[in-house]
Nanobody, 114 residues
Framework: QAQFVESGGGLVQPGGSLRLSCAAS????????AGWYRQAPGKQRELVAS???????NYADSVKGRFTISRGNANNMMYLQVDSLRPEDTAVYYC????????WGRGTQVTVSS
């Protein structure tokens, strides 16, 4: 199975931005669609954005217009630009394939607080 390493999280004020990165083992993103997921404290993990092998994107209503998912030039990289952050975006963010998922990485913590 592929392995995923997420990075780029941090503490930001409301309205701030971050760019999250995902490095996957092998060329997994050339085989499967990819997704960014998040899990807030006390809540289930949810899909926030997905990108097909052809580049079509979809977003959860809660992040539409604020988050942008993209692939890197290499088939093992993926990114999530998160803008206009809100306190409710606070969560651990994970990358994986979509719609099936493989083993989860450690994620990257995003905390939005003033």
């Amino acid at each position: 199975q592929a392995q995923f390493v997420e990075s780029g999280g941090g503490l930001v004020q409301p309205g701030g931005s971050l760019r999250l990165s995902c490095a996957a083992s092998g060329n997994i993103f050339s085989i499967y669609a990819a997704g960014w997921y998040r899990q807030a404290p006390g809540k289930q993990r949810e899909l926030v954005a997905s990108i097909s092998r052809g580049g079509s994107t979809n977003y959860a209503d809660s992040v539409k217009g604020r988050f942008t998912i993209s692939r890197g030039n290499a088939n093992n990289m993926m990114y999530l630009q998160v803008d206009s952050l809100r306190p409710e975006d606070t969560a651990v963010y994970y990358c994986n394939v979509f719609p099936i998922t493989m083993s989860w990485g450690r994620g990257t913590q995003v905390t939005v607080s003033s």
